[in-house]
């Protein structure tokens, strides 16, 4: 079996695959203050609860945009499985080519989008993830990487409207059904699932326009599923897209 985990600035997303099959997904919270016994212990514990046996994870893959964090998963990992964990990066093998100014600063979570989404469409390829932050990245028809961009994140915005505003609740995102509302409450959801989903929408022409041609576009990450219902494109939506190509560049870097 294989252990996959895509550390986030939030959560700490977990994954084990036998074989190609995904056999559960989990989350732990992402906190640079936690040691490495502490990490272990909860990472055990998810694993067993899932009756998943230590001695059966072969491998690991990591990605992770919080460096402060990845030595304590990775030594948690190595001290519970035994196995070296293979840590994405720029230099990391895959079948998508980094085209970008600064190569080595490219987010392991976008390499992983990437070769993730490579596998799935034929043609440039437009890879959106909603997490704290929401991005996009443009992978061409060659499987190069052009490049994208970086949106404040929906939980993001949602809480600097309720911080910094006197008389805004906090409030459960759910779909008001119209874009004109009556109320606070319904105002705000319109403004952030709709504002979201015509914000995606105008990016995607704009991407498209760049590019000179159509281009796919997957989605994933904390409320995309629910934004993505609203968008005007056709969207594809994949939970697990990071994990899948976790996957897939463990086999590709994998000692013979």
């Given amino acids: 079996m294989i252990l996959t985990l895509d550390i986030g600035n939030t959560n700490i997303t977990i994954g084990v695959y036998d074989h190609d099959k995904l056999r559960f997904v989990?989350?732990?919270?992402?906190?640079?203050?936690?040691?490495?016994?502490?990490?272990?212990?909860?990472l055990r514990d998810i694993l067993d609860i899932n009756g998943v046996a230590m001695?059966?994870?072969?491998?690991?893959?990591?990605?992770?945009?919080?460096?402060?964090?990845?030595?304590?998963?990775?030594?948690?990992?190595?001290?519970?499985t035994n196995v070296n964990p293979i840590c994405v990066g720029p230099?990391?093998?895959?079948?998508?080519?980094?085209?970008?100014?600064?190569?080595?600063?490219?987010?392991?979570?976008?390499?992983?989008?990437?070769?993730?989404?490579?596998?799935?469409?034929?043609?440039?390829?437009?890879?959106?993830?909603?997490?704290?932050?929401?991005?996009?990245?443009?992978?061409?028809?060659?499987?190069?990487?052009?490049?994208?961009?970086?949106?404040?994140?929906?939980?993001?915005?949602l809480d600097a409207l309720t911080h910094r505003t006197a008389q805004l609740p906090s409030i459960s995102l759910k779909?008001?059904?119209?874009?004109?509302?009556?109320?606070t409450v319904d105002c705000m959801r319109s403004g952030i699932i709709y504002g979201t989903a015509c914000m995606i929408d105008g990016m995607v022409e704009r991407m498209e326009a760049e590019v000179g041609e159509r281009c796919h576009v997957v989605a994933t990450g904390g409320l995309s599923k629910e934004i993505i219902r609203h968008c005007r494109h056709s969207i594809h939506f994949c939970d697990t897209l990071l994990l899948d190509g976790l996957l897939m560049i463990y086999h590709a870097n994998k000692e013979n």
Avoid at 26 to 42: L, N, V
Avoid at 175 to 183: Q, R
């Fill in 55 to 80: 001695k059966n994870i072969e491998g690991c893959a990591i990605s992770s945009v919080v460096p402060p964090v990845n030595t304590a998963i990775v030594r948690a990992v190595r001290k519970l």
């Fill in 175 to 183: 779909a008001p059904g119209k874009t004109i509302c009556d109320n």
């Fill in 91 to 157: 230099q990391t093998k895959t079948n998508v080519k980094i085209k970008v100014q600064q190569p080595e600063l490219t987010g392991a979570d976008l390499i992983v989008g990437c070769e993730a989404a490579a596998s799935m469409f034929n043609g440039p390829t437009i890879i959106l993830d909603m997490g704290t932050a929401t991005t996009f990245v443009l992978l061409d028809r060659e499987k190069n990487m052009l490049g994208g961009c970086i949106y404040p994140g929906v939980g993001i915005s």
């Fill in 26 to 42: 989990s989350r732990m919270a992402t906190d640079s203050s936690r040691m490495e016994d502490q990490y272990a212990i909860e």
